[in-house]
């Protein structure tokens, strides 16, 4: 079984400000994905980043940075520096390697104000 | 074009009317899916599928019905559509090792 929790359901942040999006995940599976998507206000869902069950190595890509521990079961997300055009739903997305199911978290909104 | 393509992107239906979202993806990708968005339950699975002839229930199965007899196709049908079927419906899909589960745009269903 999975269960992704998002706790934060919004965030609001004032330009240039760091913020971290928090994802807690639970599975039983022994080969997952961790996924992040944005949804901006025009409805579209944008991939960001995959992380497999295998790989713990935290990334960064511009402004965005993604921090996976699997002690704690957690895929957080973090943007540096937000911009107003930050603001949008993210979602964390467990994707299971045994059975094929991707669920998502309920999503945190993001308000970056100028 | 290559992608993901949900029709129609608009609908709105009477209450008790079958009616059937299309997705069709042109990557040969092995998993598909279907997801409902409603405002505060973020994008519940509906059903998916591992590959042709294969598909499993997700969280929300009841009222709809799927098929996949090709690998590009994942209709998805609403049997005898009712209020609470009003929401924006999402299709995906993925490879089994996937670098990322791709969407189409969304269809805005509205059943009156």
């Known amino acids: 079984a999975q269960k992704v929790t998002q706790a934060q359901t919004e965030i609001s942040v004032v330009e240039k400000e760091d913020v971290t999006l928090d994802c807690v995940y639970e599975t039983r599976d022994t080969t997952y994905y961790l996924f992040w998507y944005k949804q901006p206000p025009s409805g579209e869902l944008v991939f960001l980043i995959r992380?497999?069950?295998?790989?713990?190595q935290n990334e960064i890509s511009g402004r965005y940075s993604w921090n996976f521990q699997k002690s704690t079961s957690s895929f957080n997300f973090t943007i540096t520096a937000s911009q107003v055009v930050d603001s949008a739903v993210y979602f964390c997305?467990?994707?299971?390697?045994?059975?094929?199911?991707?669920?998502f978290g309920q999503g945190t909104t993001l308000q970056v104000k100028p | 074009d290559a992608g993901i393509t949900q029709s129609p992107r608009y609908k709105i239906t009477e209450t008790g009317r079958q009616v059937t979202l299309m997705c069709h993806q042109t990557?040969?990708?092995?998993?598909m899916f279907w997801y409902r968005q409603d405002l505060g339950h973020g994008l519940r699975l509906i059903y998916y599928?591992?590959?042709?002839?294969?598909?499993d229930k997700g969280e929300v199965p009841d009222g709809y019905v799927v098929s996949r007899s090709k690998t590009e196709n994942f209709p998805l049908t609403l049997e005898s559509a009712t209020r609470s079927q009003t929401s924006v419906y999402f299709c995906?899909?993925?490879?089994?090792?996937?670098?990322?589960?791709?969407f189409g745009q969304g269809t805005r269903l509205t059943v009156v």
């Open positions: 997305a467990p994707f299971s390697g045994n059975t094929g199911k991707l669920i």
């Open positions: 990557w040969s990708h092995s998993y």
């Open positions: 995906a899909s993925s490879e089994s090792s996937p670098e990322g589960a791709f």
């Open positions: 599928s591992a590959a042709a002839d294969i598909t």
């Open positions: 992380r497999n069950s295998f790989d713990e």
